[in-house]
C-alpha cells in the first residue's frame, strides 16, 4: 500500500494507526551533499519537495524485498542534519500487507505496479491551510530546518498543493481523506489476509 500526500497531510500519523507495517519512504532522501541534489527556482534552498531529491530505485528494491522475502536493510535518514546516519532493518514477517508512506510515494506507483506487488495507492488532501500548519508546527517541533527556511518553504508549498495532488494523483494515487483512507486500508488488508503475497 503505497501513501503519499503533500508533507504535512498526516501520513505518518494515519499509517501508524493501521497497526500495519510500515516503511518510511522518506529515509531514502539523498544526502544534502549529493550534487545532483534539485534547487527551489530562483533561490539558493534545496529544493527537497523535488522528486529528483529522493533515490527512487534504491525505494523500489526495498519494497520488492520487503514483498519477496519480508525482510529489508534501509538507510536511517536525519532530516535536519540531511544526511543518513545509519542502517536499520525492517522485518514484516509473513504480513500480507505494509505501508510504504512518504511525499514521493506516488512516484514509484507504476513500477510497483509493474512488479505485481501493488495493492493500493493513496493520496491524503486535507486542505492547504491545515496542512501549512500541520507541517510548520512538526518541523518547527522537530528542529528539522531553520525558522527562515521552513517559512519560505511552507509559503511555497501551500501555494503549490493542489498542483502537488494533482501530479501524484495524475500518477496513479487515489486522492481521499483521512476517512476514506482508513477504510480502504482495511479493505486491502481484508483481501489480502487470504493470500499469502505480500504486497505495498
Known sequence: M?????????????????????????????????PTLPLVPGSSDIDWDHPGSWDADTAVAAVAQLCRTGR????VYDIALSARIGEAT??????????AEGVFAAEIVARCRELGVLADALCLS???LTTFRRRFLRDLREG??????????????MR????IITRQTAL???????DEAMGRLAAAAAGRCATTRTAA
Open 2 to 34: 503505497l501513501l503519499c500526500g503533500p508533507s504535512g497531510s498526516g501520513k505518518s500519523l494515519l499509517a501508524a494507526r493501521s497497526g500495519l507495517p510500515v516503511l518510511r519512504l522518506d529515509d531514502f532522501y539523498k544526502e544534502g551533499t549529493d
Open 126 to 128: 486535507r486542505g492547504p
Open 90 to 99: 525492517v522485518d514484516i514477517g509473513r504480513t500480507p500487507l505494509f505501508i
Open 172 to 178: 496513479g494515487a487515489h486522492a481521499c481523506d483521512r
Open 160 to 163: 503549490e498543493e493542489r498542483s
Open 72 to 75: 529489508t536493510a534501509v538507510p
Open 144 to 157: 528539522r530546518k531553520s525558522v527562515p527556511f521552513l517559512l519560505r518553504r511552507g509559503w511555497r508549498l
